[in-house]
Every structure is written in C-alpha cells, then in structure tokens.
Nanobody, 119 residues
C-alpha cells in the first residue's frame, strides 16, 4: 500500500470548490509527522501550497492564502485540502506528502490527483 493516497480531484468551473483528501497511514508511526499539499502545474516546478504541523499550525503559499484550507484529522490519519474560489491557474496535479517534524525533507508522497479548473 502506498504511504499516502489522495482522492477528491476532478473538474470544476472557475469559482467552484473541491476538497481533496489524503489517507496517511503507510509509514512508521513512532515519530511526529508534519504534512503538506503540493501541486505540479504544466510548465512549472512542484510547489508547496499548504503545510500543517503536528500542532495543527498551518502555512500557505501566497497564491492560495484565503482560498485554500489545510486540515488534519489525526485520529483518522486523514489530511484535507479545502479549495474554494478556484481559478484556472490552480489546474495541476496535487500531491500530499509527509515528513518527520523537525526535518525539512518530505520523504513520503502520494500518487497525485488531478484538479482541472475551466474558465
């Protein structure tokens, strides 16, 4: 089983909303983990759009701040990304990822889910 499995991608018109989910259970549980959502847009490098630590403190890229919300249901090991007021430039493959808190490298990744926003 993949360490993280995303779901919830799809196609939506600009101004619409989507919620991505990520079941995060396929890695050793003895450490504290921080999580992030990344995206890869055509012609762009992969970027982190939101992150959350084990104290539920969230950070956001400027491009999505105020529109996207990251949250984590720790007992269920599910990570969410609520995306509102979507724009065509949000079209990308979205990935969830995990790292040991205190480290900067994300070592565990999902397979990605496509989000397409039409004008």
């Amino acid at each position: 089983q993949a360490p993280l499995v995303e779901s919830g991608g799809g196609s939506v018109q600009a101004g619409g909303s989507l919620r991505l989910s990520c079941l995060a259970s396929g890695y050793p549980s003895k450490w504290n983990y921080c999580h992030g959502w990344f995206r890869q847009r055509p012609g762009y490098e992969r970027e982190e759009v939101a992150g959350i630590n084990n104290a539920q403190r969230a950070t956001y890229a400027k491009s999505v701040r105020g529109r996207f919300t990251i949250s984590k249901d720790s007992p269920k090991n599910i990570l969410y990304l609520q995306m509102n007021n979507l724009k065509s430039e949000d079209t990308a493959v979205y990935y969830c990822a995990a790292r040991r808190c205190g480290e900067t490298t994300y070592n565990w990744w999902g397979q990605g889910t496509q989000v397409t926003v039409s004008p």
